[in-house]
């Protein structure tokens, strides 16, 4: 028997059970796919001389992880790569926006569009360099984060903290006309702030677009050398020479749970898998509490919040494999791993206002990846290894566009949709279509079909909105691996601290589960208080260990 079972073999599941298996524990890893990795993986599918990734690509947060770095995973083969530029946002006539590797020379880009934006992205810069351990200590430690915030607040104070916690929740929108005299350094803002779902008019969604520029200023956005799916071979290989298991091809049905403690897992073969210690869960929040876990076993109150989970926006993908680098009219775009095409701040608030509208976007905003510009090894010579994706909604009620697009994403609307990513990109790159070789679109359908837990194409565990983060993450209350059920924990991006692929959610999930002394009759202070929200002050099982 297993002492832990984790489903879920994507890069949190795997950080988890590579993290027990530090401990001394035995694991088995239960993944319902072909081949680990979930939303990181690549292969050779569009084009068989091109590596393609298949969902995620480039990965500033695993490079400022303290997580991923304690994992010394260069001992297990993986190594990273950098574009020169970090980041591209051409303009319509024919400038660009740049942020560069290093901070003086995005700076120096700035003052060539207006005098003293140079100076305001640096400020930015030096207050980042000034926080940025409490920060990245924050992000990525279980909430709630007591010593960081500490240290936080105490530098907050010292330097002006109100003002910056303003600065910080403000819309990006206001954040970069209150920063910067000309659009460029706004820019880089906004369209970083669309990584996530949040609107430039969205509370908060200054602080996101400040917190993932400084982090490409700071670390870049790198990418594993040979595609993304070499950072999962890492956590892979590591995880088997601890003595680890991960079992592809097995779908989890149901956390078995007795006397209010998981016990087991079943999958939709009928073998149940008993767990020694714990189950830890790598799936999205709707799954692990309205699909694994039966209600009988969950308080009313979380069934009830459950109905209010929010998803981030769905996403769009198309890969290519193109013949030359992608014509850019704005040269420094081409050096740069990832471009943003969109019309301004104004075209990004366009592109929200229809999302939030239910419509397809006529002229979405597009988030292009050059892969060999940033790893040589990913496709021949003078060609391009290239990807793009947007957002659409996930309920459609109409299309701004004229193709008449439904929401339905048959085989027609692909294509349609297809065309209409590579219309925007041709208005900043001239040329760009003859260059295709091939083309595979990935809809919305098409991403949940990969990883069950991209929902309708959902890329981020849920909204990275402020109403479903901290402590209101996945739910209000909820902001700990730990769940009403002792011995299971949540081990996704569902959980604090969110998307993206950093580990936090399987390396807090996993320290909660170590936590656990020798088996006991007394459930953990977080599960006690989690039963009580739930039951009108009664424990949901008070015969169960925990911490």
């Not at 400084?214 to 290989?237: D, K």
Request: hydrophobic share 45%.
């Amino acid at each position: 028997m297993p002492d832990a079972v984790v489903i879920g073999a994507g890069p949190n599941g795997l950080v988890a059970a590579n993290l027990l298996a530090d401990a001394g524990w035995s694991v088995e890893v239960l993944e319902a796919q072909p081949e680990p990795g979930g939303a990181v993986r690549s292969d050779r599918g569009v084009h068989p001389d091109f590596v393609s990734d298949v969902c995620s690509a480039f990965y500033p947060l695993a490079a400022a992880s303290p997580v991923l770095s304690a994992l010394e995973l260069q001992r297990d083969g993986l190594r990273w790569s950098h574009a020169p530029r970090v980041l591209a946002h051409p303009l319509a006539d024919g400038r660009c926006a740049v942020l560069e590797r290093r901070a003086e020379d995005t700076a120096a880009g700035l003052d060539a569009f207006a005098s003293g934006d140079g100076a305001a992205w640096q400020d930015l810069y030096d207050v980042w360099e000034r926080l940025r351990p409490d920060i990245l200590e924050l992000l990525f430690t279980p909430f709630p984060p007591v010593r960081a915030s500490a240290r936080l607040a105490a530098r907050l104070r010292a330097g002006g903290g109100l003002r910056l916690a303003r600065t910080l929740l403000l819309p990006v929108r206001r954040l970069g006309e209150e920063e910067f005299g000309a659009e460029a350094g706004r820019l880089l803002l906004a369209g970083s702030a669309l990584h996530a779902d949040l609107a430039p008019e969205a509370a908060g969604s200054g602080g996101f677009g400040w917190l993932m520029s400084m982090l490409g200023q700071s670390h870049g956005f790198p990418v594993p050398v040979g595609g993304a799916g070499m950072l999962t071979a890492a956590l892979v290989r590591r995880l088997e020479h601890r003595g680890g298991a991960v079992r592809c091809g097995e779908r989890a049905v149901e956390v078995v749970v007795r006397a209010g403690r998981a016990v087991a897992v079943r999958t939709a073969s009928g073998e149940s898998v008993p767990a020694g210690r714990a189950v830890l869960a790598d799936v999205s929040v709707p799954a692990l509490y309205g699909e694994l876990v039966d209600e009988r076993h969950l308080p009313p109150r979380l069934l009830r919040d459950l109905r209010r989970f929010q998803w981030d926006f769905a996403t769009f993908k198309v890969d290519w494999a193109l013949d030359g680098a992608v014509p850019w009219t704005a040269g420094e775009a081409a050096t740069a791993g990832t471009v943003h095409v969109a019309d301004g701040v104004d075209g990004l608030t366009r592109f929200a206002a229809q999302l939030a509208m239910g419509q397809v976007p006529d002229r979405p905003f597009v988030l292009f990846g050059q892969m060999t510009a940033a790893d040589a090894t990913r496709s021949p010579g003078g060609t391009e290894s290239a990807w793009a994706y947007t957002h659409v909604p996930h309920r459609t009620k109409g299309d701004a566009g004229d193709d008449g697009l439904t929401g339905r994403w048959d085989p027609s609307e692909q294509e349609a949709m297809a065309d209409r990513l590579e219309e925007q990109v041709e208005r900043y790159a001239p040329g760009f279509r003859a260059r295709i070789l091939a083309r595979r679109i990935l809809a919305p359908p098409t991403l949940e079909a990969l990883d069950a837990n991209l929902r309708g194409g959902a890329i981020n565990g849920g909204t990275t909105a402020v109403h479903q983060q901290l402590i209101f993450r996945p739910m209000p209350g909820t902001g700990r691996p730990e769940t009403p059920v002792a011995g299971l924990y949540l081990a996704s991006a569902g959980a604090h601290p969110g998307g993206g692929v950093h580990g936090a959610p399987g390396a807090n999930a996993a320290r909660a589960a170590l936590r656990v002394l020798s088996p006991g009759t007394l459930l953990s202070r977080a599960q006690r208080a989690l039963a009580r929200r739930g039951r009108g002050g009664e424990p949901t099982d008070r015969g169960v260990r925990g911490a």
